[in-house]
């Protein structure tokens, strides 16, 4: 068994201390199967990213912890209480929605206030924490603005305000930064990783952009058609891809089929020793874990191979060579931004860098 | 860009209809208002006696007082009937909810008067409620307050305007984001709190609409009190009606007329600035 694989079993098994526990979830709507018995475990201040296509079934799964879908078979567990048969009202969990859902009929105030109103908290506490929750933001000026007359960015900072005023163990974001544009994005992303820092409350984040996954999350739960691809963190995920559908899905990649024969794995011009039994392979390999070969020396745990350059992206710090190494067969290259290289050069990869993926 | 002539081609034919079929008629109700009869002609001699009779006669005022409230009643009927109704088809009537909205639109298709004539069917003294009350020993001779009263009146105008009470409440639920009402529920309110808190508040707009659809409809209406309402059930309209027809008072229904139309134009004023200040776009 690879690493990649120990490491999928590793992380869905139960483990002490969770926050949140869920237990083969499945999801029907009518005949189709939106969820297929997902087991995640979420630990106390953990920020876990859901990530994965549309139709992946992430948000499915995120409504089934707020509640607002009854899930077909499974269980939730959330510090020793069964969640799945509570109504939404009862759960300790608190949800930024997609597009914010602030009540327009309230001031900004009246928003943030709204959790702590329907729980009967007194007016004075009320004040105080909303406040607070306010200033957390950076929202203070605002207070008696409405919802409809603020930006994309400031809605967001109310809907997080609105959902931490109630003090949840358990926050949920569905895809709450989709709405903004690049920059605003890029910026909401720093400040709600600062912000789940500096309040250590637990984030149950959901996006389809792996980039935003990689830059936030403790770990990232891949999710496809309704299945756990892997859950790992994201240095872990991206290193040690479990699947060729992960491997790709995160990042770029290369990936090499071929056939193992005698501890040797070919595939098209390369060559390798392995230490897997025989039989079909597929190994993930990073653009960027190839190299040009400068020197002629060759190391024992190095691959050589000649390839011609057919195409050259340049894309600021780095350059995306497409080398094609004999037989048909086409490696995405990243190197260090270093001028145009054409014709047929050597280049090398280490041996740990290729990862033997499953299919 | 259209040329000028081609801009006056087209509007030319809605406003000779407005004009002819709308100012005029109005002009003429406005003017006949204050005019007056002299053995039994109109005259058009400008005085303000209509409304000084209006004021000084206590008749018109308690007929106008009737019909205010019958309308007030038909509205808030309506609206008990309407809001639940709405509310229900557009929150929780699944897959059942476009057959239930054809039903609540399909009385609107027959005509008033068959409406009108059924009421009388039944709450007649020969009537299908006073058999079955009948044969039930609950009664034992026909009640009679049933028919030709403010209370039969009532019943088939909030018979008949319910659905116009219905429609624009339900469009206006309809017209709540979903997530909103996940929201409320997200930060811990049940039911009843988010209807109070989020349902209601923004469906106010509709509402409003509808209690104007049914106040100024009921406020002019006439033939439910000719069927229905006997004498102790007339309505203002059929004072103008009968001042118009049989009594030969044209300029003082004409002021009658004036003044139910203030009074409506001012309630549609009013209720236009409340939609306003009660959606938030």
Redesign the interface.
């Given at each position: 068994m690879s690493s990649a694989e120990a490491n999928l079993t590793n992380e869905t098994s139960p483990a002490p201390g969770a926050l949140l526990e869920a237990r083969g979830l499945a999801k029907h709507f009518g005949k189709i199967q939106v969820l297929k018995g997902i087991s995640l475990n979420i630990a106390s201040g953990e920020f876990l990213t859901l990530l994965g296509e549309s139709g992946s079934g992430k948000t499915t799964l995120l409504r089934l912890v707020?509640?607002?879908e009854q899930p077909t078979a499974g269980e939730i567990w959330m510090g020793g209480e069964r969640l799945d048969t509570l109504?939404?009202?009862?759960r300790q969990?608190?949800?930024v929605?997609?597009?914010y859902?602030?009540?327009?009929?309230l001031s900004v105030r009246e928003n943030v206030a709204?959790?702590l109103?329907?729980?009967k908290t007194a007016a004075r506490e009320i004040g105080g924490r909303v406040d607070e929750a306010l200033r957390l933001v950076k929202m203070q000026d605002f207070a008696t603005a409405?919802p409809?007359k603020l930006s994309g960015g400031q809605q967001q900072r109310v809907a997080l305000a609105?959902?931490l005023v109630?003090r949840p163990q358990l926050l949920l974001l569905d895809e709450p930064l989709s709405a903004l544009d690049a920059n605003l994005r890029k910026q909401m992303q720093s400040e709600l990783k600062a912000l789940q820092r500096e309040i250590g409350i637990t984030f149950l984040f959901v996006t389809h952009d792996q980039e935003e996954a990689m830059a936030l999350s403790d770990r990232i739960a891949l999710l496809r058609d309704g299945n756990l691809e892997q859950v790992a963190s994201p240095r872990e995920i991206y290193s040690h891809p479990a699947t060729a559908y992960t491997a790709q899905f995160i990042g770029q990649t290369n990936l090499l089929r071929g056939e193992i024969h005698r501890s040797i794995i070919t595939c098209g011009n390369l060559r390798w020793p392995v230490e897997d039994g025989d039989g079909p392979a597929i190994f993930s390999l990073r653009p960027e874990a190839i190299r040009l070969c400068t020197d002629g020396k060759r190391q024992t745990h190095e691959v050589k191979f000649r390839g011609a350059v057919r195409q050259q992206i340049y894309s600021g710090a780095s350059e995306l060579l497409e080398v094609d190494c004999g037989g048909g067969q086409l490696l995405r290259v990243r190197l260090p931004a270093s001028g145009p290289i054409t014709g047929e050069h050597e280049f090398v990869f280490s041996l740990p860098d290729a990862i033997r993926v499953k299919e | 860009m259209y040329s000028r002539a081609y801009k006056a081609f087209v509007s030319l034919p809605p406003l000779v209809w407005v004009g002819l079929f709308l100012l005029l008629p109005y002009a003429l109700m406005f003017a006949h208002s204050f005019w007056a009869v002299r053995e039994g002609v109109v005259v058009h001699d400008w005085n303000l006696q209509n409304f000084k009779t209006l004021y000084s006669n206590p008749v018109y005022f308690a007929v106008l007082l009737r019909t205010m409230r019958i309308a007030a009643s038909v509205t808030l009927c309506s609206l008990l009937l309407g809001y639940p109704l709405a509310y229900y088809l557009s929150f929780h009537a699944g897959a059942r909810k476009e057959l239930l909205y054809q039903l609540v639109i399909v009385p609107l298709w027959v005509s008033y008067l068959v409406r009108g004539y059924a009421w009388k069917t039944i709450l007649g003294s020969e009537g299908v409620l006073n058999g079955f009350l009948q044969y039930l020993h609950l009664t034992h001779e026909p009640v009679a307050f049933l028919l030709y009263s403010p209370f039969a009146v009532v019943l088939m105008l909030t018979h008949i305007y319910t659905p116009f009470v219905f429609l624009p409440i339900y469009a206006s639920l309809e017209h709540i984001p979903r997530p909103l009402v996940e929201a409320s529920q997200d930060l811990g309110a049940g039911s009843t709190q988010t209807f109070f808190r989020v349902i209601l508040p923004l469906s106010i707009p509709g509402l409003l609409a509808g209690a104007t659809f049914a106040f100024v409809l009921s406020l002019g209406d006439f033939l439910a009190p000719l069927l229905v309402g006997g004498a102790s059930g007339t309505m203002i309209a059929n004072v103008v009606q009968s001042l118009f027809g049989a009594a030969f008072d044209w300029p003082l229904g004409a002021a009658i007329a004036v003044c139910i139309l203030i009074i409506t134009i001012s309630l549609l004023f009013l209720s236009e600035r409340a939609e306003k200040r009660w959606s938030f776009k």
């Amino acid at each position: 068994m690879s690493s990649a694989e120990a490491n999928l079993t590793n992380e869905t098994s139960p483990a002490p201390g969770a926050l949140l526990e869920a237990r083969g979830l499945a999801k029907h709507f009518g005949k189709i199967q939106v969820l297929k018995g997902i087991s995640l475990n979420i630990a106390s201040g953990e920020f876990l990213t859901l990530l994965g296509e549309s139709g992946s079934g992430k948000t499915t799964l995120l409504r089934l912890v707020a509640g607002f879908e009854q899930p077909t078979a499974g269980e939730i567990w959330m510090g020793g209480e069964r969640l799945d048969t509570l109504p939404p009202y009862k759960r300790q969990v608190n949800t930024v929605f997609q597009h914010y859902a602030l009540f327009p009929h309230l001031s900004v105030r009246e928003n943030v206030a709204y959790g702590l109103r329907v729980k009967k908290t007194a007016a004075r506490e009320i004040g105080g924490r909303v406040d607070e929750a306010l200033r957390l933001v950076k929202m203070q000026d605002f207070a008696t603005a409405r919802p409809t007359k603020l930006s994309g960015g400031q809605q967001q900072r109310v809907a997080l305000a609105r959902a931490l005023v109630n003090r949840p163990q358990l926050l949920l974001l569905d895809e709450p930064l989709s709405a903004l544009d690049a920059n605003l994005r890029k910026q909401m992303q720093s400040e709600l990783k600062a912000l789940q820092r500096e309040i250590g409350i637990t984030f149950l984040f959901v996006t389809h952009d792996q980039e935003e996954a990689m830059a936030l999350s403790d770990r990232i739960a891949l999710l496809r058609d309704g299945n756990l691809e892997q859950v790992a963190s994201p240095r872990e995920i991206y290193s040690h891809p479990a699947t060729a559908y992960t491997a790709q899905f995160i990042g770029q990649t290369n990936l090499l089929r071929g056939e193992i024969h005698r501890s040797i794995i070919t595939c098209g011009n390369l060559r390798w020793p392995v230490e897997d039994g025989d039989g079909p392979a597929i190994f993930s390999l990073r653009p960027e874990a190839i190299r040009l070969c400068t020197d002629g020396k060759r190391q024992t745990h190095e691959v050589k191979f000649r390839g011609a350059v057919r195409q050259q992206i340049y894309s600021g710090a780095s350059e995306l060579l497409e080398v094609d190494c004999g037989g048909g067969q086409l490696l995405r290259v990243r190197l260090p931004a270093s001028g145009p290289i054409t014709g047929e050069h050597e280049f090398v990869f280490s041996l740990p860098d290729a990862i033997r993926v499953k299919e | 860009m259209y040329s000028r002539a081609y801009k006056a081609f087209v509007s030319l034919p809605p406003l000779v209809w407005v004009g002819l079929f709308l100012l005029l008629p109005y002009a003429l109700m406005f003017a006949h208002s204050f005019w007056a009869v002299r053995e039994g002609v109109v005259v058009h001699d400008w005085n303000l006696q209509n409304f000084k009779t209006l004021y000084s006669n206590p008749v018109y005022f308690a007929v106008l007082l009737r019909t205010m409230r019958i309308a007030a009643s038909v509205t808030l009927c309506s609206l008990l009937l309407g809001y639940p109704l709405a509310y229900y088809l557009s929150f929780h009537a699944g897959a059942r909810k476009e057959l239930l909205y054809q039903l609540v639109i399909v009385p609107l298709w027959v005509s008033y008067l068959v409406r009108g004539y059924a009421w009388k069917t039944i709450l007649g003294s020969e009537g299908v409620l006073n058999g079955f009350l009948q044969y039930l020993h609950l009664t034992h001779e026909p009640v009679a307050f049933l028919l030709y009263s403010p209370f039969a009146v009532v019943l088939m105008l909030t018979h008949i305007y319910t659905p116009f009470v219905f429609l624009p409440i339900y469009a206006s639920l309809e017209h709540i984001p979903r997530p909103l009402v996940e929201a409320s529920q997200d930060l811990g309110a049940g039911s009843t709190q988010t209807f109070f808190r989020v349902i209601l508040p923004l469906s106010i707009p509709g509402l409003l609409a509808g209690a104007t659809f049914a106040f100024v409809l009921s406020l002019g209406d006439f033939l439910a009190p000719l069927l229905v309402g006997g004498a102790s059930g007339t309505m203002i309209a059929n004072v103008v009606q009968s001042l118009f027809g049989a009594a030969f008072d044209w300029p003082l229904g004409a002021a009658i007329a004036v003044c139910i139309l203030i009074i409506t134009i001012s309630l549609l004023f009013l209720s236009e600035r409340a939609e306003k200040r009660w959606s938030f776009k």
